[in-house]
């Protein structure tokens, strides 16, 4: 299948080469030229010149906007895709701006499954990301052997939006526990108690969670080189306060894990890891 | 002094009639022509639109709902093309669109005010307001007459944006001040004490503030008729949060208060006062009874 790809950040090169790897066309588009440096792979000069050369399109941005830019603006793939083909945003937006997206590309005939991931550049990498799609079931179904590259779990959660609504609760109980956990590590630690121990002792039981097992152990070897960059998880923490917003619904442990991301990104650690939570702490 | 007026709702009827009062010469505009006719009653001209609203004068205020309404009036304003023309915003808005909304009207030879107002209708009417001014002194100097007339503490705070961060640490104070007078008059009738000892005791100590005598009485009375309805504070607040957010800035407080005002937009208490949330905490303590 010819498949597009723009956003060939840390996410997104191991992404569109295990795309390449499984036999596909793979082309792609980017904003700075430089980032295609290594990649074997021929570029377009716009992403509507993409979208005109591909079956498939995909996106891993960092924000709603340049989502939208990407999809809908000037040299956007609206302009470009032929009606039939699918966009397949893989970034984590907001679910309002999926949707809006999504409903103008429906315009030109062109299908779009808000897919974001989980799992990380560790999951890129593996392609054992978490997939969680909204959209139509029948595309869907359509470009699964592409999702199968990348990932394990691939859950059509519901129609467009529903994937980033899920993304949203993802980060939401993801980043609670390594809050969770940065004040367990903390607690350990003033008590005169050995962190690592603990973070052992409780591996075993009914605490046990991969983030203790991964962002704990970041926190135990104090090593905040970033995983998952904060900022990323800053920037997730405005989406989902704003859905919670928009849908009345009061989030009272977001807000306040919310405020300590505040705080970490005063520090300047947005481009460490999320683990620096513990630091935060550490502080007050 | 030649002013226009735009935005006629429960806020800016009685400020444009306080204008008139202090003997200026109002030009009124609001989308819906039928809110202009009290103003016109008074001695108020109409315009048919933000532009004509703004020719001829010295000055222009909007008093509307939130900044996409703001920048859309205010770009008619500037349309008009008046002259050393000062335009002044009463609305509350977050400080980043009101110093973007600054900064074009500079473009565009307008120097303006952001200049919100705290107090309620009730201030609004009796002309007390607090106003808090941000953007140049010369600008201020020349509403200064206007807000007279609105307004009885009314403070140049700093540069444009200035005047939206003094009012939404206004939001933020008076928001936990809410809070915190409904949390502690639950903490009191879940303990079998009278709210309204306990109310009375604390008026002559440190807890004294406005909010513990005004707005507790109203909690006392029951009486969650707006003033200022929940929904207008969960808006405020989210300008507070999604400010801290952009900045870097840990507001711990802020971030609880602005999620009980969201529980009460989503239960159907949004139309009521902000003094609702006391309905709020009584149901979750399981003081149902009270929760009416």
């Not at chain 1, 300590?260 to 481009?271: D, I, K, T």
């Amino acid at each position: 299948m010819k498949v597009g790809f723009i956003g060939l950040g840390v996410m997104g090169r191991p992404m569109a080469l295990h795309l390449k790897a499984a036999g596909h066309d793979v082309r792609v588009w980017a904003r700075r030229p430089e980032t295609l440096a290594g990649l074997d792979l021929p570029a377009a000069e716009t992403p509507a010149a993409l979208g005109a050369a591909c079956d498939v399109v995909f996106t891993m941005i960092t924000s709603s906007a340049d989502v939208e830019t990407v999809a809908l603006g000037e040299h956007g793939l609206i302009h470009g895709m032929a009606p039939g083909s699918v966009l397949i945003d893989c970034s984590t937006i907001s679910p309002e701006s999926a949707r809006n997206i999504a409903a103008k590309l429906a315009e030109k005939g062109i299908a779009m499954l808000d897919a974001p991931v989980s799992g990380g550049v560790q999951g890129a990498i593996d392609a054992t990301l978490a997939i969680m799609a909204g959209g139509d079931a029948g595309v869907l179904a359509r470009v699964r052997p592409l999702l199968d590259c990348l990932g394990r779990r691939i859950v059509h959660v519901g129609p467009n939006g529903a994937g980033q609504v899920a993304k949203a609760c993802n980060q939401m109980i993801m980043v609670a526990a390594i809050q969770a956990a940065a004040e367990a590590m903390r607690l350990a630690a003033a008590s005169g108690v050995d962190c690592g121990k603990v973070q052992q002792a409780l591996a075993g039981g009914s605490a046990a969670s991969r983030v203790l097992e991964v962002m704990g152990q970041r926190m135990v070897d104090r090593n905040f080189a970033a995983g998952i960059e904060a900022r990323l998880h800053h920037k997730d923490y405005g989406l989902v306060l704003e859905a919670a917003r928009r849908a009345g619904v009061p989030v009272p442990l977001t807000t306040a894990v919310a405020q300590q991301l505040n705080a970490l990104m005063a520090q300047g650690w947005g481009r460490d890891d999320t683990a620096s939570l513990l630091r935060v702490l550490e502080q007050q | 002094m030649k002013i226009g007026f735009i935005g006629l709702g429960i806020m800016g009827r009685p400020m444009a009639l306080n204008l008139l009062k202090g003997g200026h010469d109002v030009r009124v505009w609001a989308r819906r022509a039928e809110s202009m006719q009290p103003l016109l009653n008074a001695g108020a001209t109409a315009a048919a639109s933000t532009a004509e609203v703004a020719s001829d004068r010295e000055l222009v205020i909007s008093m509307v709902a939130d900044a996409p309404d703001v920048a859309e009036v205010m770009r008619g304003v500037a349309s008009a093309g008046v002259p050393c023309l000062v335009a002044v915003d009463m609305s509350t808005i977050a400080p980043a669109a009101a110093r973007s909304i600054g900064a074009e009207l500079a473009d565009a030879g307008v120097d303006f005010l952001d200049a919100p107002v705290s107090g309620g209708e009730v201030g609004a009417i009796a002309g007390t307001l607090s106003i808090m001014a941000g953007g140049s002194a010369a600008a201020f100097a020349r509403a200064e007459p206007a807000f007279a007339c609105m307004g009885k503490n009314i403070v140049h705070v700093g540069d444009s944006g200035a005047g939206q961060v003094a009012k939404a640490a206004n939001q933020i104070v008076t928001g936990m001040g809410v809070l915190a007078v409904a949390e502690a008059f639950a903490f009191a009738s879940k303990n079998g004490v009278d709210r309204s000892k306990v109310r009375e005791a604390l008026l002559g100590g440190f807890a004294y503030s406005k909010i513990l005598e005004n707005h507790g009485q109203r909690m006392l009375d029951r009486n969650f008729k707006p003033g200022f309805k929940s929904w207008m504070h969960e808006k405020d607040l989210n300008i507070v949060m999604q400010t801290a957010h952009e900045l870097g800035l840990c507001l711990p407080g802020s971030a609880a208060t602005a999620q009980m005002f969201n529980a009460m937009v989503g239960s159907a208490h949004g139309e009521e006062d902000s003094i609702a949330v006391l309905k709020l905490l009584e149901l979750l303590s399981g003081q149902a009874d009270a929760a009416k």
